[in-house]
């Protein structure tokens, strides 16, 4: 039986109505292991080749006739404009079945949320943090919403693996397992995905083995893409990238991707000023974070529904599944720092039928141009960064640990621990250091031990953390100030990028002087201006993997030139290299530049191996920092250099010897470290920032070599 005679007859009827000519690749592959097996999937296959149908065809296919009369399917998006932008789409699909779809997040009505919570049917789409909000304010009405689910689907799956926030959406999932019938099927979807055992433990702990990854690697399109190097002088981007933008986007649908929300700014005014030269109105749009919401969803609707040449300036905002309709070239300024987001961004081009994937990359500075060589050609080699999980989670499982304790008002001791063993997320945190932390807790007032019985439950100071509207996220949030023009909402500026009143800045890609600021209200009154600064925001730099750092390395040693970059780009590389060709540098060695008493160490490896050299160097005495993105080391009064590494090969390292000189901004911090106790958070910054073993592989596999600079 083929996969399109699996379906019900009434997603047939849907397909038929599509005028879909055949099912794609991914979605041959993903009903029949969906409707015919009982095992987790994960869907893994390029942007565009439909894996929201290759999951919800089946699965609707499977529950639509129950689906009327109960809620069988979660839908979780990272995004409460990813949920918004897939609603219409998930509604045609159940356009013949009669099956409701509701969305749950901070921005839907509650007159719309108590509706659903009378009666829970079809699909619910929501975000990992309005489920911890269930948890917190309704935990009993759980097991009437959620008893009859049977499926979870996950969409961009990928975005959860490593960090808090997927550890969080992980336990919550663990725990509302408890108040369903039966174990609802997982169904994750991902464009860029690796390391599959670390996920399929992710999915499925203590059954990994009934885990299915569905896999359908590259695409039928070609890819055409280019370099082109234009030198930065100042801060600003120079007139010629923008005339060339100008010159590549004027027919053509785009989205130009850039690594800052000020950098947005900028570009679009600077873009639309070229625009308007030629007398034509917006063409440009920015979108980023800091735009208010309504004003992105403006944005999203035109580029959507237009049918003119326009295109929006985005950072990562845009590098999840948003639809913004058929984009013909993505444009990246200035390199990423993963093949990954690259890899992503650049599935954004190419979604019509026979249309290719053009992307075209620009490098302002030296750096940018080696490392958006190197992530290019990791995309070429259709490598991708594998996942590597996020170590030690206290910080979320003190988070976690208040919920519970609020769930049931209040747990015994020793089931508290069970809960938390038998926790798809927690299982690997030893049982020592979770009780521990729930020592930390008690004494600290977050917990509270109750006398008589002995339940465990939420202390004074945990009531603060539980009753505040950021409790529901484990992602670290900036102060800002709202800023307003009369009642409208622009968007937010960081509190750490110095205003006053009378200064002009740029927001939402328009000009305002600011008027008023209101301290107490934290709010910035605004008018329209001629002239304006792009805002600056707070942001952590990137981690880059060891084997881009790695492919830098082999670009600078070797004379392979690249067909895809223009003349400028050529004759930077050319001189670039030379300093490492004239002093006989080898892929196999890394420089130490010398020059007086001073030296920078050009590590050419992951960002957690130069960290771990730094707090190794300094505990051998030397003046070590880190000096920028790419991995180089600052080094002061270097003599003896090579004689101190040829020491760090042979120590006998202990994560405890370099923690003492690890400077008091390097260590790992997220919203709730500062609640751990000294021993749990050091433990954290051991499992993420420090990796002796790869560090010694490296000094092992890679000579030093100190070259003086005259």
């Known amino acids: 039986m083929s996969s399109f005679d699996l379906l019900s007859t009434n997603m047939k009827k849907k397909i038929w109505d599509m005028k879909w000519d055949q099912l794609t690749p991914i979605q041959e592959k993903s009903i029949p292991l969906i409707m015919q097996t009982t095992k987790d999937i994960i869907i893994s296959s390029a942007t565009a080749s439909g894996k929201t149908e290759a999951a919800l065809l089946p699965i609707l296919s499977l529950v639509e006739k129950d689906a009327v009369h109960s809620l069988k399917i979660i839908y979780i998006s990272p995004l409460k404009a990813l949920i918004n932008n897939q609603f219409g789409r998930i509604e045609k699909l159940c356009e013949f079945s009669d099956i409701a779809i509701h969305r749950w997040h901070g921005d839907v009505s509650q007159s719309k949320k108590k509706k659903f919570l009378e009666n829970p049917t079809g699909i619910l789409q929501i975000t990992p943090e309005s489920i911890e909000s269930l948890f917190v304010n309704r935990s009993n009405l759980l097991k009437a919403t959620f008893q009859d689910v049977q499926f979870i689907v996950i969409d961009e799956i990928h975005s959860f693996f490593d960090n808090a926030r997927g550890v969080h959406l992980r336990s919550l999932l663990s725990r509302l397992s408890r108040y369903t019938k039966v174990q609802a099927r997982l169904v994750g979807l991902s464009a860029t995905i690796d390391n599959f055992d670390l996920v399929k433990k992710w999915v499925n702990f203590s059954h990994p083995d009934n885990v299915e990854i569905i896999e359908v690697k590259g695409t039928d399109k070609s890819l055409l893409f280019h370099l082109m190097h234009i030198p930065i002088e100042t801060s600003s981007l120079p007139m010629e990238l923008l005339e060339d933008l100008r010159d590549l986007t004027r027919h053509q649908k785009s989205i130009i991707f850039c690594n800052n929300r000020g950098q947005v700014e900028e570009t679009t005014v600077g873009l639309n000023r070229l625009a308007e030269r030629e007398g034509l109105s917006e063409t440009y749009f920015p979108h980023h974070s800091s735009i208010d919401k309504k004003e992105r969803e403006y944005v999203e ?136 932390l729930i020592e930390h807790m008690i004494n600290t007032e ?25 409790f529901y996220s484990v992602f670290m949030t900036t102060d800002e100030f709202e800023v307003m023009e009369g009642p409208k909402k622009i968007g937010r500026l960081d509190k750490s990028f110095i205003i006053n009143i009378g200064d002009n800045i740029i927001l939402g890609g328009r000009l305002w002087a600011i008027k008023d600021i209101d301290y107490e209200r934290n709010k910035v009154y605004v008018s329209k201006a001629v002239s304006g600064i792009r805002p600056a925001y707070t942001g952590s730099p990137g981690y880059i993997h060891k084997k881009v750092g790695e492919r830098m390395m082999g670009i600078l040693c070797s004379t392979k030139q690249y067909h895809y970059v223009d003349d400028k780009a050529v004759f930077t590389l050319n001189d670039i290299r030379k300093k490492y060709i004239y002093s006989n540098i080898t892929l196999n060695q890394r420089v130490v530049w010398l020059e007086s008493d001073e030296a920078v160490f050009e590590t050419f490896t992951g960002t957690t191996i130069t960290k771990t050299l730094i707090w190794m160097l300094r505990f051998n005495g030397v003046d070590a920092s880190l000096k920028d993105g790419v991995g180089r080391i600052q080094i002061k009064k270097p003599a003896g250099l090579i004689d101190i590494i040829a020491k760090m090969k042979k120590t006998q390292w202990k994560p405890e010897d370099l923690l003492p000189h690890v400077l008091k901004h390097e260590f790992f911090l997220t919203k709730y470290t500062e609640h751990l106790s000294e021993e749990l958070r050091m433990k954290m910054h051991v499992a993420n920032e420090i990796d002796i073993e790869e560090t010694l592989k490296y000094l092992r596999d890679f000579e030093i070599k100190v070259v003086e600079l005259r």
């Open 446 to 470: 977050y917990l509270e031990v109750v006398k008589g019985s002995g339940d465990i439950i939420v202390g004074l100071e945990g009531e603060r953390l539980l009753r505040s509207k950021d």
């Open 301 to 436: 609707k035109v580029m959507s529904e237009s049918t003119l040449p326009k295109s929006v300036v985005a950072t990562s905002s845009l590098e999840l599944g948003i639809d913004i309709g058929n984009i013909e070239v993505v444009i990246q300024i200035d390199s990423t720092f993963s093949v990954s987001s690259l890899k992503q961004r650049l599935g954004r081009s190419g979604r019509k039928l026979d249309a290719d994937q053009i992307l075209q990359l620009y490098s302002t500075t030296d750096d940018s141009l080696i490392q958006s060589l190197a992530v290019m050609e990791l995309v070429i080699d259709k490598w991708v960064e594998p996942s590597k999980g996020y170590r030690m989670p206290f910080d979320v499982l003190f988070q976690q640990l208040l919920s519970i304790c609020h769930e049931f008002n209040g747990v015994g001791y020793r089931v508290l621990l069970g809960k938390i063993k038998e926790n798809h997320i927690f299982h690997v945190l030893s049982e020592e250091d979770v009780q521990e």
